[in-house]
C-alpha cells in the first residue's frame, strides 16, 4: 500500500510526463497524415490509414534537404570556430598570468549574458556597414557572439579542474608549455570539449532570430527559417510541416543523446542559459 | 632575451587576442554604434544628424511602446513564474520518487533541446481554432460547445504564448534545480526526521535554504532570455492580435526590419537594457560568490 505523499509525487510526475509528451505526438501522428484526414478533422488522435507522403513530399517537392544542408554547414563552422577561439582563452585566462585577465574574465561573463534579441538590430547594421549580409558566413561569423563566450565560459570551469601539477610535470620534463597543453591539458578536457563542441552544435542548428534577419537569399536559408515560412499551396499543409519538424529536430535529439550526461554538470556550473 | 614571466604574459595576450579581437569587432562595435544611432534620427538615404534622446523620448510618449513595454513584463512574470513552480515539482518528484532517473530525466529535458521554431510551429498548430488537438479534444470532452479562439482573442493570445515558453523552458528549471538537490546532504534530512519535522517544514527549512543559490541564478539567467524573446511570439502570433502580445524583440524587428527607422530601432532595442545590466550584475555576483 503506498501512502498518499508518494502517490500525490508520481501523480505529479505522470501530468509532467504527459504536458511534455503531448506537443511531440501532435507533431509525430500529424506528420503521418493524409492532407484529407488533416482538412477534414478526421482520426484526430491517430491517423488511419497512415501515410509517409508528407516526408516524400519534403524530399521532392520542398527546399527541404538544401536548409539542412544550409543549417549543417553554418552549425559545423561556427561550433568549429568557436571551439578554437574560446580553447585558447579559456586557457590563457585559467593558466596565465598577464594583467588585466581577472577584468577580461568577467567582461567574456558578461558578453554570454546579453540576448540576442538586444543584439540583433546592432548587429544587423554592422554587417550592412560592412557589406557583409546575406550569406551563409555571416551567420558563421554570427554565431560565435554567442558561442565564444559560452565556450571561454564553460572551459574555463573545466580548465581549473585540471591539477596545474600535471602540466609542470610535463614542463619540468622539457616540454613548452604550448607541449604541455595539447599532451596533457587539452586530453584530460575532451569531455568538456566535447560537450561544448555539442552544446554550440544545437545552439546554431536551434537559432532563427539571425537567421531570419540576415539572411534573404531563398537558397541560403537555414532550417529554422525555412521552417518558419512553410507555406505551400494546399490547405492542409500541417502534414508536411510537422514531418519537417519532425526531421529538423532528429540531428539535435541525437546530438543529445550523448551529451545527455555532461550536460548536467554544465547545467550546475551554472554555464548553461535557459 | 625574454624572462619566463615575459613569455608567459606574451603568450596569454596571443591567446586571449582572438576572443578579444572577435568580441570587440562584432559584440562592442556594434553595441556601442547602437547606442550612439539610438541618439540619431536615420532615414534611408539621407545622413544621419544627431537627435539627443529624442528617440527614447519619443517611443516613452508612444502608445504602444507602453503596451509593449507592459506585455513583456506580464509575458516575462508569468512564464517564470511558472517554470518556476512547475520546474520545482518536476525536481521534487524526480528526486524523490525515482532518485533522477536518467532515463526520465532525458525525456523531460527533450522540450528544451529542439529548435524552438519547431516548438512555437507544434503549439501554434496544437491551439488551431478548427483543427488543433486542443479544441478537438475540448469539444470531445463535452467542456466547451465550439473551439476557443487561443491566438485570436487578445488575453488568450497571450496566455497561449505563455503557455508554448513555460512549456519549452520549465525543463531547464527542473534539471537544474534536481542537480542541486542531489548535494543537499542526507543528515539535514535525518536530523529533522528526529526533531519531528514534517515535510513541509523540511522543504522550507532545508532544502529551499541550501539551494537557493541555483535557484537564483536560473531565475535571472531565464529572466534576461525570456524578457528578450522573439522566436516564440514571433511565430505564433507575429505580435498579434493587434498589438496584444507584441513584446520588446518583436517591437524592435517591426521598427528596424519592416519600417527601417534605425533610430528608433535602436532605442527600442536598448529599452530593456537597464533591466537587462541589473540581472547580469546579480548573475555575476552570484556566479563569482560560488566560485569563492
Not at chain 1, 519534403?58 to 543549417?71: K, P, V
Not at chain 1, 500541417?238 to 554544465?266: N, R, T
Not at chain 2, 526533531?195 to 541555483?214: E, H
Amino acid at each position: 500500500m503506498l501512502r498518499p505523499a508518494v502517490l500525490a509525487r508520481w501523480a505529479v510526475l505522470a501530468l509532467i510526463l504527459v504536458i511534455v509528451f503531448v506537443p511531440m505526438y501532435w507533431i509525430v501522428v500529424t506528420s503521418l497524415k493524409t492532407g484529407r484526414q488533416i482538412l477534414l478533422s478526421q482520426n484526430v488522435y491517430a491517423p488511419q490509414p497512415f501515410t509517409i507522403d508528407n516526408y516524400l513530399y519534403l524530399f521532392e517537392e520542398s527546399r527541404f534537404a538544401l536548409w539542412f544542408r544550409n543549417s549543417a554547414i553554418t552549425a559545423t563552422a561556427s561550433t568549429l570556430l568557436s571551439l578554437l577561439i574560446g580553447t585558447a582563452g579559456a586557457y590563457a585566462l585559467t593558466r596565465l598570468r598577464f594583467p588585466g585577465r581577472r577584468t577580461f574574465g568577467a567582461v567574456v561573463l558578461v558578453t554570454y549574458l546579453v540576448p540576442p534579441g538586444l543584439m540583433f538590430i546592432p548587429l544587423y547594421q554592422t554587417f550592412i556597414r560592412m557589406g557583409y549580409t546575406d550569406s551563409l558566413g555571416t551567420l558563421i561569423l554570427a554565431y560565435p557572439t554567442f558561442l565564444v563566450p559560452f565556450v571561454t565560459w564553460l572551459l574555463m570551469g573545466f580548465f581549473r579542474s585540471i591539477p596545474r601539477q600535471l602540466e609542470e610535470a610535463a614542463m619540468v620534463d622539457g616540454a613548452t608549455r604550448v607541449q604541455a597543453l595539447f599532451h596533457v591539458v587539452l586530453p584530460l578536457a575532451t569531455p568538456g570539449l566535447l560537450a561544448a563542441g555539442l552544446f554550440c552544435f544545437t545552439l546554431s542548428w536551434n537559432e532563427f532570430l539571425y537567421a531570419l534577419i540576415f539572411i534573404a537569399d531563398d537558397s541560403l536559408k537555414t532550417l529554422p527559417v525555412g521552417l518558419s515560412e512553410f507555406v505551400v499551396s494546399d490547405f492542409a499543409f500541417w502534414g508536411q510541416l510537422m514531418a519537417a519538424a519532425a526531421l529538423a529536430s532528429l540531428p539535435v535529439i541525437v546530438v543529445y543523446i550523448y551529451l545527455h550526461k555532461y550536460m548536467v554538470q554544465g547545467l550546475t556550473a551554472g554555464a548553461v542559459k535557459g | 632575451m625574454l624572462t619566463d614571466r615575459h613569455r608567459e604574459r606574451l603568450l596569454g595576450y596571443t591567446m586571449i587576442a582572438p576572443v578579444a579581437i572577435f568580441l570587440a569587432a562584432l559584440v562592442a562595435y556594434p553595441f556601442l554604434s547602437a547606442i550612439y544611432l539610438s541618439l540619431t534620427e536615420k532615414i534611408v538615404g539621407y545622413p544621419a544628424h544627431f537627435v539627443g534622446f529624442r528617440n527614447y523620448a519619443n517611443l516613452l510618449d508612444s502608445g504602444r511602446f507602453r503596451i509593449v513595454a507592459w506585455n513583456s513584463a506580464v509575458f516575462t512574470v508569468a512564464s517564470i513564474a511558472v517554470k518556476l513552480l512547475i520546474g520545482m515539482a518536476m525536481a521534487l518528484a524526480l528526486h524523490q520518487v525515482v532518485r533522477g532517473n536518467q532515463f526520465i530525466r532525458g525525456i523531460l529535458l527533450l522540450p528544451w533541446i529542439i529548435p524552438t521554431v519547431v516548438i512555437a510551429l507544434t503549439w501554434k498548430w496544437l491551439l488551431d481554432l478548427f483543427r488543433g488537438l486542443v479544441n478537438v479534444s475540448l469539444i470531445d470532452l463535452g467542456v466547451v460547445k465550439s473551439g476557443v479562439h487561443w491566438l485570436g482573442d487578445p488575453s488568450l493570445a497571450m496566455l497561449s504564448v505563455v503557455m508554448a515558453n513555460i512549456w519549452r523552458g520549465f525543463p531547464f528549471f527542473g534539471v537544474s534545480f534536481l542537480a542541486a538537490l542531489q548535494t543537499v546532504p542526507q543528515e539535514l534530512y535525518d536530523a529533522a526526521d528526529v526533531d519531528g519535522a514534517g515535510s513541509w517544514q523540511k522543504f522550507w527549512r532545508i532544502t529551499l535554504p541550501s539551494i537557493k543559490g541555483v535557484v537564483a541564478v536560473v531565475t535571472l539567467l531565464s529572466t534576461i532570455v525570456t524578457l528578450n524573446d522573439f522566436n516564440i511570439v514571433w511565430i505564433m502570433t507575429r505580435g498579434g492580435p493587434g498589438a496584444a502580445t507584441h513584446i520588446f524583440a518583436t517591437y524592435s524587428y517591426e521598427l528596424g526590419i519592416m519600417s527601417q527607422r534605425w533610430g528608433v530601432a535602436m532605442a527600442a532595442s536598448m529599452a530593456s537594457l537597464p533591466l537587462v545590466a541589473l540581472l547580469i550584475v546579480g548573475v555575476v555576483r552570484y556566479l563569482h560568490r560560488e566560485e569563492e
